[in-house]
């Protein structure tokens, strides 16, 4: 596997950071995950867009332009010859002290592939007891500091579940540790807002946008989850993938009507825009 780190193309085997590295040391780093269609990455202005208001929340310097990093995501898909898969773009504080004081070098920039196993047409969920801090200085920003995803998806998992789901501290349905949650009440789709702490996820965003599909943003009680008609999420990678259950509550369709409604949006977008 080839990476690109800091403007060269290297083997991911002799590809190294400093082990000062603000983002090794205390996560001062943001990332984007893009999907791979066609030997094309996805939507690569929103997340390049994105990228820079996470940095830009961090406190970050100046990214690259964002010529240089187009050039990166191509250069790697080129490299390793990928049709269909992810890509990730990282950047991080660069070298530092140790401590939260952020270094005056340069950043670090790493881009790197790998395969993208299917997901499964449903999946199950859990709520976890960890609310969100929608009023947090980290609020809406994707950023490596992931340690709660990690210590939630763990938590998933050993209860035999895809994703963990957050609330927030107001009480009301939040996202998972990787996904955006869109819920079906009383024949309408439903999305917390970005002020409930979510990420604005790109997928989100685009299903917003979409005419044919009617969706609003509005707050929603975390325990309305279980109570949805059908309930799907959605992430670069997962695209629209149903909710089976919450908390071991099964839903009554997975997926129902309108979630094959927006799978179906998102793929035809796919497949006439790769940059929408």
């Given amino acids: ?17 400093s082990p000062f590295d603000h983002g090794v040391t205390v996560g001062d780093g943001v990332f984007e995950t893009l999907r791979v269609y066609r030997g094309t990455p996805f939507a690569v202005r929103r997340h390049l867009d994105r990228l820079r208001v996470s940095a830009r929340g961090l406190g970050m310097p100046p990214l690259p332009a964002e010529q240089e990093l187009r050039a990166a995501l191509t250069a790697v898909v080129d490299a390793n010859s990928l049709t269909e898969g992810r890509l990730r773009i990282t950047v991080t504080g660069g070298p530092s002290p140790l401590g939260s004081t952020r270094g005056d070098g340069d950043l670090t920039v790493v881009v790197a592939a790998g395969p993208l196993e299917p997901w499964p047409e449903a999946t199950e969920v859990i709520t976890v007891p960890w609310p969100r801090n929608e009023r947090g200085a980290l609020a809406g ?21 895809g994703e963990a789901i957050f609330g927030n501290l107001a009480g009301n349905l939040c996202e998972g540790t990787g996904t955006n949650v869109f819920v079906a009440r009383a024949g309408r789709l439903v999305t917390p807002p970005l002020s409930s702490g979510c990420l604005p996820g790109i997928t989100r965003a685009l299903l917003l946008e979409l005419p044919e599909l009617d969706v609003v943003e509005q707050d929603v009680p975390l325990a309305a989850l279980a109570e949805a008609d059908e309930a799907f999420l959605t992430s670069s990678t997962r695209e629209v993938q149903a909710i089976a259950a919450v908390d071991g509550r099964r839903l009554p369709a997975a997926p129902g009507p309108l979630t094959r409604q927006a799978r179906d949006a998102f793929t035809a977008l796919v497949a006439r825009d790769l940059d929408p």
């Fill in 141 to 161: 920003l994707k950023t490596t500091s992931y340690g709660e995803n990690v210590v939630a998806l763990a938590r998933a998992r050993e209860a035999g579940a």
């Fill in 1 to 17: 596997m080839i990476v690109y780190l800091n403007g060269e193309l290297v083997p991911a085997e002799r590809a190294a950071v």
